[in-house]
């Protein structure tokens, strides 16, 4: 399984970024996946993920209203928009395939991760 995140970048705090995430070697559609962040000095943290099959989503309750979660199993991809972003967003992002058991929120119930993007919002 290959996970190749994309889309962070430099952006001023109220502006927006459009982050990709890329999966190959997996039945794309089949899973579930998420999005993480840490930030300099700090734990990894869930941000929002997506169930497969009837694609239900899930917020942190700090982007909730915010960011939003899409998936595009024909190209076999997820998505994570990002409005109205603040300083405190500044992190290392980070898609991971869930597994199928385990909370959406952990970090334990993801079993592939990509090499993150970083996004950098200034104030």
């Known amino acids: 399984v290959q996970l190749q995140a994309s889309g962070g970048g430099l952006v001023q705090a109220g502006g927006c970024l459009r982050l990709?995430?890329?999966?190959?070697?997996?039945?794309?559609?089949?899973?579930?996946m998420g999005w993480f962040r840490q930030a300099p000095g700090k734990e990894r943290e869930f941000v929002a993920a997506?169930?497969?099959?009837?694609?239900?989503?899930y917020y942190a309750d700090s982007v909730k209203g915010r960011f939003a979660i899409a998936r595009d199993n024909a190209k076999n991809a997820v998505y994570l928009q990002m409005n109205s972003l603040k300083a405190e967003d500044t992190a290392v992002y980070y898609c991971?395939?869930?597994?199928?058991?385990?909370?959406?929120?952990?970090?334990?119930?993801?079993?592939?991760w990509g090499q993150g993007t970083l996004v950098t919002v200034s104030s």
């Open positions: 991971a395939v869930k597994d199928n058991r385990g909370s959406y929120y952990r970090d334990e119930s993801y079993d592939n």
């Open positions: 990709s995430c890329a999966a190959s070697g997996l039945t794309f559609s089949s899973v579930s």
């Open positions: 997506i169930s497969r099959i009837v694609s239900i989503t």
